[in-house]
């Protein structure tokens, strides 16, 4: 049995349960920054702004540059599109623990099942949930590789503006792999 949880024995959903509001919301922000690759625009300028509020703590400007980037990422076309967009759509425009830990938690399972949409196996009923509960058994390459970078942002986040930059990092990563393989099918369709 493949194991998800992390080094300190935490799954997804207690790192989640455990997060602060800047944790919370860097692991929402992060998951809907590496699914960008799945709209027809490039929206990663977008999310600068929203980035930046993170990184302050600040409610209110939090909200106005989520406001912003939706406007900026335009229309969505395909459904997976549509996935990634209504992620940014469904951002809380308030600072609170509460509602960002059910936004991050809405993010974080619908980037792990457009990944895994992308694994050759697809996602069988039930596996994303028994990945963010520490059981990864089944999980193909790309779901078992967002798992690990989302459980990665949450630890990351608990350690301020460091930690903010390595969950940044770690979304540059993640979107450049989707990318490629976003790229790769298109090519043999």
Do not use: N, Y
Request: charged letters at 25%; aromatic letters at 2%; a negative charge.
């Amino acid at each position: 049995m493949t194991s998800a949880k992390t080094a300190t024995g935490r799954s997804l959903r207690e790192l989640i349960d455990g997060a602060d509001e800047r944790g919370l919301a860097a692991a929402g922000l992060a998951c809907l920054d590496r699914c960008l690759p799945l709209l027809a625009s490039d929206g990663g300028d977008a999310l600068r702004p929203v980035w930046a509020a993170v990184a302050r703590g600040e409610g209110t400007a939090w909200g106005e540059a989520v406001a912003k980037a939706l406007v900026e990422l335009g229309p969505a076309g395909t459904e997976d599109a549509e996935a990634v967009r209504g992620m940014l759509a469904s951002a809380p425009p308030a600072w609170t623990g509460e509602a960002l830990r059910t936004w991050a938690d809405a993010c974080s399972a619908t980037a792990l099942a457009l990944h895994g949409g992308f694994d050759a196996a697809g996602v069988p009923d039930g596996l994303v949930e028994r990945c963010r509960a520490g059981d990864g058994d089944g999980a193909g390459p790309l779901l078992a590789g967002e798992l690990r970078r989302q459980q990665a942002v949450l630890e990351s986040a608990a350690h301020g503006p460091t930690g903010l930059r390595r969950a940044r990092e770690l979304s540059v990563e993640g979107g450049r792999v989707l990318r490629a393989v976003v790229s790769r099918r298109a090519r043999t369709a």
